[in-house]
Every structure is written in C-alpha cells, then in structure tokens.
C-alpha cells in the first residue's frame, strides 16, 4: 500500500492533517462513518482511531492507529501522551477502516475515516481501562 500523495486528493488536503501515513492510502475527516461492509473486494470495519501528534519527531506531526474496540484505543492514547517528550497530542476518535480493491488500478486502496468528536479524556474514562485491564491475558502477545 503506498501512502498518501498530498494535493491527489480533495478529502485528504482539506483536512488539517492532510498528508501520507505509510500503511493508509487515504486518510479522511468525515461526520458520518461508511457503513460496515463485508463483500470480496472492500472491507469496511468500525472502530476507534487513535491520533497522535508530535512537534519533536519529523514524520510524525500526526499519526493515527485503528483499533476495533474503545478500551484499547483509550489506554494507547492515554499511555503514548505518558511520553511528554515525543507525543506533544492525542485524541480517540471514532473510525472506520475500508479496504477495498480499485479495478481501475489494479491495487488495494486503504483509507481511514475519522469522525470529529473527540471520546478521551471523558467523565468514566477510567471504567475503560479497568474493562480493558480485565480483558488483559499475560499469556497472550
């Protein structure tokens, strides 16, 4: 998959974090999610992304993870803003991931769709943790 080309896309450039992310081909600001899809040429799955951003490390003036559930994309956000140095930002969103096959380019595109409400730092964030600390195998990667 190669990263996004800024000004090849109107989406993408007219978002403040407009730009390439090695492993998304498109990355989209948008106020409703795409439906959940499931056929043999595109997957859309919903989730939660979760956004970093850092003033200190060239390439990552913003970086997104997508993760299927809430807990862990709290916890990441939570534990990667730990680091005051390198992460200067976070913010959990709600997400969805498409995978889809272009017959026209012969190639698999990537985009994640990102909402623009912001879920961390809410009342009950900790609740989150504690579901996802529950959920937690120390014998599991």
């Known amino acids: ?17 407009a730009g390439s992310q090695l492993g998304y081909d498109h990355i989209h600001a948008v106020r409703v999610l795409p439906y959940e899809d499931h056929e043999d040429t595109q997957l859309v799955l919903h989730g939660f992304a979760t956004g970093f951003a850092s003033e200190r490390i060239p390439g990552l003036a913003q970086t997104w ?8 994309a709290l916890v990441f956000g939570r534990a990667g803003r730990m680091s005051s140095y ?6 959990v969103y709600q ?5 889809r096959f272009e017959h026209d380019t012969g190639r698999q595109v990537t985009t994640l ?5 912001a879920l961390d ?4 964030e900790d609740k989150h943790f504690v579901r996802w600390t529950r959920g937690v195998n120390p014998d599991s990667a």
């Open 86 to 91: 390198d992460i200067t930002s976070y913010g």
């Open 1 to 17: 998959m190669s990263a996004t080309i800024t000004g090849t896309c109107p989406d993408c450039t007219n978002w403040k974090y």
């Open 95 to 99: 997400a969805a991931r498409e995978v």
């Open 65 to 72: 993870i997508f993760f299927e559930h809430l807990e862990p």
């Open 113 to 117: 769709y990102v909402t623009g409400r």
């Open 121 to 124: 730092r809410e009342p009950g």
